[in-house]
């Protein structure tokens, strides 16, 4: 029986009134999930608060769904909202020691005057170092710890994931935004996306191709209490390109291969690629929005609003 869960997403970003408004305000959002074989978006909507904007959708040059916003009339104050829902289908994931030999894979990249494959094209597009994920022989050395020579290269990347849920340790306030893998490296901190960014950063590092996975991951509530809402973020991890398996994910901040739990938006060569929203804000004040997150299986949504819909009607 295939094995699946459809889910409620949320992603609420708002910046709250500051008695000075903002005049003009341009935005990029990737905040709807992408339709995949393993994920099937039954809907995506994204609403403005206060509605005075243009919204345009379409898809970015990796494939996954984006949103132009642009706000020309001024305003204080700014609600972001996306809710969706998906069917996330469970995956049948490949043996590890059936994968090629890790340098076999690295040969498949070294430059040739002749013409490749589709898949390999596509995959040239996250072998080189990007803004956030630096090439070098230092995060080479870090990778080569887990790839031995003539290691499977799926066997190299269970192991270089391991090593970092391993040995690093998760921590929200160690790092931000911006941090330098080297820094996340040298401290062994670091929260999803420095880990994600740091595994990617090796593998490209040896010559395997890497991109990086925006998405979320369904979380549990301390036992004997309620999910709560908006409490989720969200989340970062990493898929490895195979010759016989095309993407294979790795999750270095869990130390699992993403399945059932975990909801994918998009992906890109780094978070700046994927970024739930960034822009460029003309006016108002210098302020952090504050962003709440939901993720919940549909059916345990549904019974909360059935409880909820109950209690008002006896009020």
Same mark, same amino acid.
């Given at each position: 029986?295939? =094995?699946?869960?459809?889910? *409620? ?22 905040? *709807? ?14 609403? *403005? ?12 040059? #990796? ?27 469970? =995956? ?16 498949? #990249? ?32 870090? +990778?080569?710890?887990? #790839? ?44 999803c996306q420095d880990f994600a960014h740091l595994m990617i950063a090796a593998l490209r590092s040896i010559?395997?191709? +890497? ?15 309620? =999910?709560?809402?908006?409490?989720? +973020? ?21 130390? *699992? ?11 890109? =060569?780094? #978070? ?35 409880? +909820? ?7």
């Open positions: 029986m295939t =094995r699946s869960i459809d889910y *409620i997403v949320i992603h609420e970003t708002e910046y709250p009134p500051c008695g000075v408004p903002v005049s003009l305000a341009q935005h990029l959002l990737h905040l *709807i999930p992408r339709d995949l074989p393993w994920q099937t978006r039954a809907s995506g909507k994204i609403t *403005i608060d206060p509605d005075l904007s243009r919204l345009i959708e379409g898809e970015d040059v #990796f494939g996954n769904p984006v949103a132009w916003l642009s706000l020309d009339t001024p305003h204080d104050g700014l609600l972001v909202r996306a809710e969706s829902h998906v069917a996330v289908i469970g =995956r049948s994931l490949p043996k590890p020691a059936d994968s090629p030999p890790w340098e076999a894979v690295r040969e498949r #990249f070294r430059y040739r005057p002749e013409p490749c494959d589709a898949n390999v094209l596509d995959a040239q597009r996250y072998l080189y170092a990007s803004p956030r994920a630096p090439c070098d022989a230092t995060l080479a050395a870090f +990778a080569r710890q887990a #790839f031995k020579p003539e290691v499977p290269l799926l066997v190299g990347a269970q192991a270089l994931m391991d090593l970092i849920y391993d040995t690093f340790t998760f921590d929200a306030e160690a790092t931000e935004v911006g941090t330098p893998v080297h820094e996340v490296l040298t401290r062994k901190r670091g929260v010559g395997l191709p +890497a991109r990086y996975m925006s998405g979320y991951l369904l979380t549990d509530p301390p036992p004997g209490k309620p =999910r709560l809402i908006g409490a989720d +973020a969200s989340h970062a991890w990493v898929s490895v390109w195979c010759p016989e398996n095309d993407w294979v994910e790795y999750d270095p901040t869990n130390g *699992i291969q993403p399945d059932l739990r975990h909801v994918t938006l998009g992906w890109g =060569r780094d #978070f700046q690629d994927v970024s739930p929203l960034r822009g460029v804000i003309l006016g108002g004040l210098a302020q952090a929005p504050e962003v709440r997150v939901t993720v919940m299986p549909e059916a345990e949504w549904q019974a909360r609003q059935t409880a +909820a819909s109950a209690a008002a009607e006896k009020k």
